[in-house]
Structures are given as structure tokens and as C-alpha cells.
């Protein structure tokens, strides 16, 4: 079982939609969580982190951690075609963070 | 705001060739790495280094070294390119202080024939 599970998709959703994009992990050693966003044929940036369990918030994205369930969200509320691009979760105990193979988003107008 | 830039974004080499790519940062960060990025395969750590001088390997070191002589800079060398090794080549830096946050550079989309 890989550390970090995440699904490529792509998902497809229309423009004003929420979308949900999920990370399963299997480590209950990791102690922060980020989510990047990836256009293409750009590198990653850093989107959010947390550190807790519970939700984040800025702006239309919101990031939650559940621990117990060891399960990790991002939602992207009235979703926007610029929101198309491949979003990677990141999870770290140490220095080195783990990644997801990110999940491919296209939000269609 | 933190900058990394790559010496190149796109690269085509032949086999057998010797191939360096560079990697600059400009926030006086401690740590920085190289991953290889692949469809399918996402983000695999090649080598990272915390200090100048200093390198360890990552989870694929096979076929590349690495050289930090600066502490803004990170140089991946390709000893003798290979096909396999076609790939975007993306560097990263992080600071002590806030070892969880990663800033990558744009990449280096690199072709060997």
C-alpha cells in the first residue's frame, strides 16, 4: 500500500460547481498537510497547509484534515475554468514531504 | 516572494551526452532538492541537499550526481543521458524554518534522443 493514495482522475465538473478533491494516507506519523496546484507544463505552488485536524479556509478553497480517518479534502467552491490544473497533496512528518500523484481537475464553462 | 528558476525550461539532448541543469534560488534557503516528474508516476525524489556541500539520495539517485557549492544553487547532472531519462525536472527549496512548505521552479522539460 502506497503511503499516500490519491485518484489522477481527470474530474470533470462544470464551471460554479464544488469540487472535492480527496488524499488517503496510511502514515499516522504525518503531522502537516498541503495541497499544491500544478498548471501545465508549470511547477507546483503551494496552495494551503495545515497542520490539524479540522477545516481551512481562504477564499473559495477550503482544506480539511480528518486524522482518525486518516483522510485529507480540498473543496473548491464556484469553480472557475483558470481551476483547471492537476492538484497534488503533500504530507509530511520530517522535512521531506510525500506527494500524492495529484488529480487531474478540468472545469469546463 | 520566494523565486526559484531553472537554467532551462525545455532541453533536448542526445544519448551518451553529458547534461547539467541548474537551479537558483533567492531566499537563503537551507534545503533544496530535485524530483523527476512523470504521468502516472507523479513526483519521485532524486537527490535533496541541506547545506553546501552536503547531498543525499533521494528515492531514484541511479544515473544522476548533484553539486552545491553555493547556497543558492543546486546543479542535477546527467552523467551520460539515457532515453529514460526523459522527463520535467523540477527543483524545490525550502527553509529551516518552515521545512513543511516547498517552492518549486517552473521545471525543465528534458528530451534525449
Known amino acids: 500500500q502506497k503511503e499516500v493514495e490519491q485518484d489522477p482522475g481527470p474530474l470533470s465538473v462544470p464551471e460554479g460547481a464544488i469540487v472535492s478533491l480527496n488524499c488517503t494516507y496510511s502514515n499516522s506519523a504525518f503531522q502537516y498537510f498541503m495541497w499544491y496546484r500544478q498548471y501545465s507544463r508549470k511547477g507546483p505552488e503551494l496552495l494551503m497547509y495545515?497542520?490539524?485536524?479540522g477545516n481551512k479556509e481562504d477564499g473559495r478553497f477550503t482544506a480539511q484534515v480528518d486524522k482518525s480517518s486518516k483522510y485529507i479534502s480540498l473543496f473548491i467552491r464556484d469553480s472557475q475554468p483558470s481551476d483547471s490544473a492537476t492538484y497534488l497533496c503533500?504530507?509530511?512528518?520530517?522535512?521531506?514531504?510525500?506527494f500524492g500523484r495529484g488529480t487531474s481537475l478540468i472545469v469546463h464553462p | 516572494d520566494v523565486k526559484v528558476t531553472q537554467s532551462s525550461r525545455y532541453l533536448v539532448k542526445r544519448t551518451g551526452e553529458k547534461v547539467f541543469l541548474e537551479c537558483v534560488q533567492d531566499m537563503d534557503h537551507e534545503n533544496m532538492f530535485w524530483y523527476r516528474q512523470d504521468p502516472g508516476l507523479g513526483l519521485r525524489l532524486i537527490y535533496f541537499?541541506?547545506?553546501?556541500?552536503?547531498?543525499e539520495k533521494g528515492d531514484i539517485p541511479e544515473g544522476y550526481s548533484v553539486s552545491r557549492e553555493k547556497k543558492e544553487r543546486f546543479s542535477l547532472i546527467l552523467e551520460s543521458a539515457s532515453t529514460n531519462q526523459t522527463s520535467m525536472y523540477l527543483c524545490?527549496?525550502?527553509?529551516?524554518?518552515?521545512?513543511?512548505?516547498?517552492?518549486f521552479g517552473p521545471g525543465t522539460r528534458l528530451l534525449v534522443l
Open positions: 524545490a527549496s525550502t527553509g529551516t524554518g518552515s521545512v513543511e512548505t516547498q517552492y
Open positions: 495545515t497542520y490539524s485536524s
Open positions: 541537499s541541506y547545506d553546501v556541500k552536503m547531498k
Open positions: 503533500a504530507l509530511g512528518g520530517s522535512y521531506i514531504p510525500t
